[in-house]
């Protein structure tokens, strides 16, 4: 089985930075594209950054020149560095990962997300 587990979130005020990872376990042959969406309360799920096997990023006008998104796919993990944040971060962040289990079954995982809280 495939696990996506996410870590990093939590408080914090407006202006500072957190770093969330999301590390992907279990019986994984590759890794295409890997992705954080965010869900604030009363919302719907949102696209915030993606990153595919080759290192080619996309973000959400949102957080263009705050966020960055990277991996290392020796480690099976993704990153979301998030800097300058706003209360309007605030939401549960999930990852996303498009995981070839055995070759050529392809199929999308999600994490259970981590809480981002940015207080004003």
């Known amino acids: 089985q495939v696990q996506l587990v996410e870590s990093g979130g939590g408080l914090v005020q407006a202006g500072g930075s957190l770093r969330l990872s999301c590390a992907a376990s279990?019986?994984?042959?590759?890794?295409?594209?890997m992705g954080w969406y965010r869900q604030a309360p009363g919302k719907q799920r949102e696209l915030v950054a993606v990153?595919?096997?080759?290192?080619?990023?996309n973000y959400a006008d949102s957080v263009k020149g705050r966020f960055t998104i990277s991996r290392d796919n020796a480690k099976n993990t993704m990153y979301l560095q998030m800097n300058s944040l706003k209360p309007e971060d605030t939401a549960v962040y999930y990852c996303n990962a498009d995981i070839v289990v055995v070759v050529p079954l392809r199929r999308d995982y999600w994490g259970k997300g981590t809480l981002v809280t940015v207080s004003s």
């Open positions: 279990g019986s994984i042959f590759s890794i295409a594209s």
């Open positions: 990153i595919t096997s080759g290192g080619s990023t």
